[in-house]
T-cell receptor, first 115, second 109 residues
Framework: IAGITQAPTSQILAAGRRMTLRCTQD?????MYWYRQDLGLGLRLIHY???????GKGEVPDGYSVSRANTDDFPLTLASAVPSQTSVYFC??????????????FGPGTRLTVL | GQNIDQPTEMTATEGAIVQINCTYQ??????LFWYQQHAGEAPTFLSY??LDGLEEKGRFSSFLSPSNGYSYLLLKELQMKDSASYLC??????????WGAGTKLIIKP
């Protein structure tokens, strides 16, 4: 593995179903993030984790949950999917959240369609 | 509220220069990032500014004026591969990134 991987690449899901999007990084970054990207809107932060064992809510957390049991993995779960959750989901990581630079590195994304 | 504005779309000619502007109003400021995103791909980091002034990196330069809430990305010697969306993002007082909607840059031969 090099960088950040996400799975699945794409998924079509029936409304009401539970779904977990997987994210794994091998850069030993402390911070990880989940964003959604919708046409005409900027990336919006769903949840974040500054370090393993801690998580926080972003701008649009409703309907989503995350866990950070270890440094490498940061899964995002939709407990009961709704059509408004149709989007492209990006996982990202950074060495830390403060200080200069600490740019975020992005995974390839998961395209999710909820019908 | 927090707001980042950038033009929705710009068109430029191969070999020319283009400037993409970004204005922002955020709760606190801890740096500004520019990312490039090709269609169907993930954003990739281009530049970071935190102090007033110009940062040059090859064909790409980024300027920041924190007192005016203003930044621009300057792309020189445009190539067809520069056709992409350019995202402006500001790190706020909570050290979270607030993203603009992006500027789609179309390069014509």
């Amino acid at each position: 593995i090099a960088g950040i991987t996400q799975a699945p690449t794409s998924q079509i899901l029936a409304a009401g179903r539970r779904m977990t999007l997987r994210c794994t990084q091998d850069m030993r970054h402390n911070a990880m993030y989940w964003y959604r990207q919708d046409l005409g809107l900027g990336l919006r932060l769903i949840h974040y984790s500054n370090t393993a064992g801690t998580t926080g809510k972003g701008e649009v957390p409703d309907g989503y949950s995350v866990s950070r049991a270890n440094t490498d993995d940061f899964p995002l779960t939709l407990a009961s999917a709704v059509p408004s959750q149709t989007s492209v989901y990006f996982c990202a990581s950074s060495d830390s959240t403060s200080g200069d630079y600490n740019e975020q590195f992005f995974g390839p994304g998961t395209r999710l369609t909820v019908l | 509220g927090q707001n980042i504005d950038q033009p929705t779309e710009m068109t430029a000619t191969e070999g020319a220069i283009v400037q993409i502007n970004c204005t922002y109003q955020t709760s606190g400021f801890n740096g500004l990032f520019w990312y490039q995103q090709h269609a169907g791909e993930a954003p990739t980091f281009l530049s970071y500014n935190v102090l007033d002034g110009l940062e040059e990196k090859g064909r790409f330069s980024s300027f920041l004026s924190p007192s005016n809430g203003y930044s621009y990305l300057l792309l020189k010697e445009l190539q067809m591969k520069d056709s992409a969306s350019y995202l402006c993002a500001v790190r706020d007082s909570n050290y979270q990134l607030i993203w603009g909607a992006g500027t789609k840059l179309i390069i014509k031969p």
